[in-house]
């Protein structure tokens, strides 16, 4: 497309914000069959507090008046929900196309046969390894199998072009071509993503995240061969290896100005992997000041508001691959403990590997809902017992993103 | 599918427009595919098209003449070969959607 008129980049507007998200995620429940070691979200338990299908169905008519095309539905595991299909019905008779991303539990050859027969509905299956050892380290026992079962449902009812989601570990990073032949096999779409130290992935990001040695085979397997694989934009902080636009996509962190993430309670985050009380925006079923519903959240929330201005580059300033990577991502800079103003960890001139040598105070989340066999003891012990209560107040960030640095000076 | 300014073109029945300061930002539900439409006049254009009989036209009604015409067609062009964009008439059969 063109632009003639004298319009500021499309970048710039969109680190201003749009008055809707472009995409967005809702993890519709905390409840899930598997406890994968890395889950962003922390999930296992359901959450007393659940939006009812109700409350559901309210926010997609709101979803629908703001012309959010489509929602990404994850979890948890989202289909373990009783009125999952009665809502993903729901969302694309009212004009809002759902993704749903699933380990593959409720894939059965029936539901299969009814997601063939539906234009506005994909489907996203997770798996972390090309064989069943690789992946079942991470996803736990049985969940290769689980997901494969899925993609050959999928296939067999003629379901055309599901996603096969991959989070690029440092032990799957040289399958990527297995991963490609594998979905090709389904006549499925391959999608890999970047480990974001977020939720459990805090626990074990220091021992799962590609090498810098892998970021940069990662980096030139997605040039030479990544023209039919999907991102979601996720690998921005390593556009500096090479030339501007060699990676396709926007690179440029959209949370709280195009994407952001509903959680199972209504709670509204930036982004999908920024499940804490500092990015935490406002709740749908609450006014906390700036009045209730999605759209008051989105378009008001002082957090997103904050997210909208101009950051600072800080110590990234002088570095000629700053506009590439514009400093990298906040979540993964946040949950290890480093800077916000600073480099990325995974920077790739080397700058995140000197910061994460010094100590480090990494922020844990107020939320876990990982079931007791798994996740970190110590960090659910540290944490408080809440109480289940119908509607939660509204924990406002403490500070603005851009000061997260004041805190814990690397 | 050929692009040719010189005959009708339609949004696709399963593409959505979404206004925005910028422009607008195009859905293709089939494909689910995202555009971006990065000016305003582009819009009107692609907003106007069953008015016309094809993009020149159109084109031009909007204020576009001339050598000024070469991006917008380009742009046009991109959107006819993500199937955002169909030929008016014949109607496109439901099968040209690949998803």
Not at chain 1, 79 to 97: I, P
């Amino acid at each position: 497309m063109t632009a003639t008129a004298p319009v500021p980049r499309l970048i710039e507007q969109f680190e201003h914000g749009l008055d809707a998200p472009i995409c967005l995620t809702w993890e519709l429940t905390y409840a899930c069959n598997l406890s994968c070691v890395h889950c962003l979200s922390s999930s296992g338990k359901r959450d007393p507090r659940e939006l009812s299908t109700q409350q559901c169905k309210d926010i997609i008519d709101e979803l629908e008046r703001m012309q959010v095309f489509y929602v990404n539905i994850g979890g948890g595991e989202p289909t373990v929900r009783s009125d999952f299909w009665e809502l993903v019905d729901y969302a694309t008779e009212h004009h809002v196309g759902v993704k749903f991303s699933t380990n593959g539990v409720r894939i059965d050859e029936a539901v299969a046969a009814k997601l063939a027969a539906s234009d506005y509905v994909d489907v996203q299956i997770s798996l972390d390894g090309a064989t069943a050892e690789i992946n079942d380290a991470v996803r736990g026992p049985g969940s290769f199998a689980m997901a494969i079962r899925a993609l050959e449902n999928l296939s067999a009812a003629g379901f055309k072009d599901a996603k096969i989601s991959v989070v690029v570990t440092r032990h799957n990073v040289d399958q990527l071509d297995d991963f490609k032949a594998l979905a090709d096999n389904y006549g499925a779409t391959l999608r890999i993503t970047r480990l974001r130290p977020s939720g459990r992935g805090a626990d074990v990001w220091d021992d799962l995240h590609p090498t810098a040695e892998q970021q940069v085979q990662l980096y030139n397997w997605l040039v030479a061969k990544g023209e039919r694989v999907l991102t979601g934009d996720s690998f921005f902080h390593l556009s500096g290896l090479g030339e501007p636009g060699a990676l396709a996509g926007l690179n440029l962190c959209g949370a709280g100005r195009v994407v952001c993430l509903i959680d199972p309670v209504g709670d509204v985050y930036a982004c999908p992997f920024a499940i804490h009380e500092r990015f935490l925006a406002g709740n749908i079923l609450s006014d906390t000041g700036f009045g209730a519903g999605f759209q008051n959240v989105w378009q008001n929330a002082p957090l997103f508001r904050e997210l909208r201005e101009p950051q600072s580059a800080g110590a990234c300033g002088s570095c000629g691959h700053y506009d590439s990577c514009r400093g990298g991502c906040m979540a993964a800079k946040f949950f290890t403990g480093l800077p916000m103003d600073g480099p990325d960890p995974e920077c790739v001139q080397g700058f995140g590997e000197p910061a994460l040598a010094q100590d480090r105070d990494k922020p844990k989340s107020h939320l876990d809902h990982s079931r007791s066999s798994s996740g970190d003891p110590s960090r659910r012990s540290a944490r408080p017992a809440r109480a289940p209560i119908p509607l939660k107040l509204l924990a406002m960030p403490a500070k603005a993103p851009q000061k997260f640095c004041n805190e814990s000076p690397v | 599918m050929a692009f040719d300014p010189d005959r009708g073109w339609r949004l696709h029945h399963q593409v959505a427009v979404r206004p925005e300061p910028f422009g607008a930002l195009l859905y293709h539900f089939g494909t689910r595919k995202l555009s971006f439409l990065k000016n305003r006049t582009i819009v009107e254009v692609v907003n106007s098209l069953a008015d016309h009989p094809d993009i020149r036209s159109a084109l031009r009604a909007a204020g576009v003449d001339g050598t000024q015409q070469g991006p917008y067609l380009h742009a046009f062009g991109v959107l006819v070969q993500s199937k955002m964009l169909i030929p008016a008439e014949p109607p496109s059969p439901e099968g040209s959607t690949t998803s």
